[in-house]
């Protein structure tokens, strides 16, 4: 890439990225939310986060994977469980990537 | 003496998704030196740009020469969550002045929504202090997203192959540390199956408009779900005064 294409890349990501997060709290004080758009905006971090995540999850290779040979599956698997168990983040955290890098260890055996 | 407080408080309630995102930070380092990339050019993505997941989608569409055009509308696609995550905080921030509202625009990032969303909810902070553990949220992302951005850019130059051990799955325990907590009612749990099933099943559209796709039928099976949830818990409150 030469140095002009990176600019312009730096530059437009900044430009969508930050207009995208701004542009709500720029004209803050006239946007008034409807109800029912605040309700349907309570499901917005579960479902975009789950979409991010569940292909990375069940088809690491671009491939449908859910077989315990999937470090991905069992660490994610593990980390679901102890977060609905304690709902503590940080044992979450730990407990999804300490099961993940011991099967990804045990898989590659 | 407050503010000083606050931006702790915002800070601390970060520290479970900041360690998650240390792994994520060295990864995309590390990437972007094995795809050949200058250093400058990953620091000046995570200093400017600051979009974890975006920066991700970015540096892989360049490493197959995708056209510009595509991966800045790409950018644009993965961040519009960020547009929902401002429009549930306008009513905390719509008072606080252009200056500081410019700040928190820059520096909405999932974490720092998901770490600060909740205070608000559980009345630690208000609409007077809330922006300030906002912004001490926001620094301590932005100084360990850039600090490990530079690790990893440097220890990728090192250390080659890197990139293969899977250190993004720290992306994906920090997102299942933010979704467990929601899942105590039906909705949240029909929005989550929903949206996973539909991000599997249209995983192959371009430009991951999978995901938005999925993201939003998440959104509308989670908001009818509780519309009709809400309807069936008035009609037997109707039975009992009958």
């Not at chain 2, 931006?7 to 930070?25: E, L, N, Q, W």
């Not at chain 2, 644009?76 to 905080?89: E, K, S």
Request: with cysteine; proline share 4%.
């Amino acid at each position: 890439m030469t140095t002009v294409d990176s600019v312009i890349v730096i530059a437009g990501m900044f430009l969508v990225t930050f207009g995208i997060r701004f542009v709500l709290f720029a004209r803050a004080h006239k946007v008034s939310m409807p109800e029912w758009l605040e309700k349907a905006l309570r499901y917005v971090p579960v479902a975009v986060l789950t979409a991010i995540i569940t292909p990375m999850i069940v088809m690491p290779n671009q491939q449908l994977n859910v077989a315990l040979n999937n470090p991905w599956l069992l660490g994610a698997a593990a980390a679901f469980l102890v977060g609905i168990w304690r709902q503590q983040q940080l044992l979450t955290i730990v407990v999804g990537v300490l099961v993940f890098f011991i099967s990804k260890y045990l898989v590659g055996l | 003496m407050s503010l000083f407080k606050e931006m702790r408080r915002g800070a601390v309630a970060s520290i479970p998704m900041i360690v998650g995102g240390i792994p994520f930070g060295l990864l995309f380092g590390s990437l972007a030196s094995s795809y050949g990339l200058s250093p400058w050019f990953a620091m000046a993505m995570s200093s400017v740009v600051f979009a974890g997941s975006a920066q991700f989608v970015a540096i892989g569409l360049i490493s197959i020469h995708a056209p510009l055009w595509v991966i800045i509308s790409t950018t644009f696609v993965v961040n519009l969550r960020h547009l929902l995550y401002a429009a549930d905080l306008v009513k905390f921030v719509k008072h606080l002045p252009m200056k500081v509202r410019v700040i928190m625009g820059f520096g909405l990032i999932d974490e720092t929504y998901a770490a600060v969303r909740p205070l608000y909810g559980t009345r630690v902070v208000d609409e007077k202090n809330g922006h300030q553990a906002y912004l001490g949220s926001f620094l301590s992302f932005y100084l360990m997203w850039n600090v490990t951005t530079f690790l990893g850019v440097m220890s990728g130059e090192l250390i080659p192959g890197m990139s293969d051990w899977g250190l993004e799955f720290a992306m994906v325990a920090t997102f299942i540390g933010i979704i467990t907590p929601y899942l105590k009612s039906k909705p949240f749990v029909l929005a989550l199956l929903s949206s996973a099933v539909t991000s599997v099943l249209l995983v192959g559209l371009p430009n991951n408009l999978g995901l938005l796709v999925a993201a939003m039928i998440g959104v509308l099976v989670g908001y009818l779900s509780d519309l009709r949830l809400g309807k069936c818990q008035l009609d037997k409150a109707e039975e009992v005064v009958r």
